[in-house]
């Protein structure tokens, strides 16, 4: 027995033929328009992971080689003085002098220099600084070093912002520091009374000014709730 093969003819074998080559070519078009529409995407979009953010409640900066983190105040309430919470950090090996300035409305601006020798760090804010020098850097021990600024009134309730302004040479950075109270992580960081003025030494006790009443820490309320259903 024979088996008899039909061939196409070749008008029909070159259309079918062309439609293949097509159908191809319209599926890479149509691939090649999707990965440039999502290199569009990536562009107009770009990923969140690579945005700089603040993850406290503080403000960041940079001068050159100067890091300005966590930039915030502390005071109890409108009216009441505030200290400035913040880490200075030199991550060059030349010393550098950074002079800080908090504008508020009710007079002239506070100010200060903190010298900060070739990679160390300074935290503004620490209660040890209360009795020390704080515009130098101590790196004579292991500690970090530590300085203390603090304003004779803030005119704000806390939450709302106050800017101030970070000078290293002719550079400027000006940012606007959230006001908290003196509660959980911010408790030590408490003005002293009366408050002094911002010079290189703060002899006055580290008194609070005000009593603070503080509510639940974040994650405390749902632990609370279900105390109170047991």
């Known amino acids: 027995m024979t088996l008899q093969t039909r061939s196409l003819p070749r008008r029909e074998w070159t259309r079918s033929a062309w439609t293949r080559t097509a159908r191809r070519?319209?599926?890479?078009?149509?691939?090649?328009?999707?990965?440039?529409?999502?290199?569009?995407?990536?562009?107009?979009?770009p990923a969140t992971v690579l945005k700089p953010y603040d993850p406290s409640d503080g403000v960041s900066a940079s001068l050159g080689e100067v890091q300005i983190r966590n930039v915030l105040l502390v005071s109890s309430g409108v009216d009441e003085p505030g200290v400035l919470s913040a880490v200075l950090v030199n991550s060059g090996a030349q010393p550098q002098d950074v002079s800080v300035s908090v504008d508020v409305d009710a007079g002239a601006p506070t100010s200060q220099s903190f010298s900060l020798e070739g990679n160390t760090s300074l935290r503004l804010g620490d209660p040890s600084a209360v009795d020390a020098d704080t515009s130098a850097a101590d790196t004579s021990d292991s500690r970090e070093p530590v300085g203390w600024l603090q304003v004779p009134?803030?005119?704000?309730?806390?939450?709302?912002?106050?800017?101030?302004?970070?000078?290293?040479?002719?550079?400027?950075?000006?940012v606007d520091a959230q006001v908290m109270l003196p509660c959980f992580e911010y408790a030590t960081v408490t003005p002293t009374a009366p408050a002094p003025e911002a010079t290189a030494t703060a002899p006055a006790a580290a008194?609070?000014?005000?009593?603070?009443?503080?509510?639940?820490?974040?994650?405390?309320?749902?632990?609370?709730?279900?105390s109170e259903q047991d």
């Open 25 to 45: 070519s319209a599926a890479g078009v149509v691939t090649a328009a999707a990965a440039l529409g999502l290199a569009g995407c990536s562009v107009f979009s």
């Open 153 to 174: 009134q803030l005119p704000v309730t806390p939450g709302q912002t106050v800017p101030v302004t970070f000078s290293v040479g002719d550079q400027r950075a000006e």
């Open 207 to 226: 008194t609070p000014t005000e009593s603070v009443t503080c509510g639940p820490q974040v994650g405390e309320t749902s632990r609370l709730g279900d």
